[in-house]
């Protein structure tokens, strides 16, 4: 998937999202952003990984 395909498919699930998830979202790229470290895919995709896990749990 081209960089200009994955950016289409992250906004139109940002569209879809409530604005107070929009804003949390914003503050976690942010930090990303800040923290160079954090954009080590591996670590990236971990993150991910383990929110997505605690997110189902969370939803039981």
Do not use: C, W
Not at 22 to 51: M, P, T
């Amino acid at each position: 998937m081209s960089k200009e395909e994955l950016k289409q498919d992250i906004l139109q699930v940002l569209e879809r999202l409530p604005d107070e998830t929009l804003a949390s979202i914003l503050g976690y790229l942010k930090q990303v952003e800040q923290d160079r470290s954090f954009l080590n895919h591996s670590h990236l995709q971990r993150i991910l990984e383990e929110d997505q896990e605690l997110l189902e749990k969370l939803a039981q």
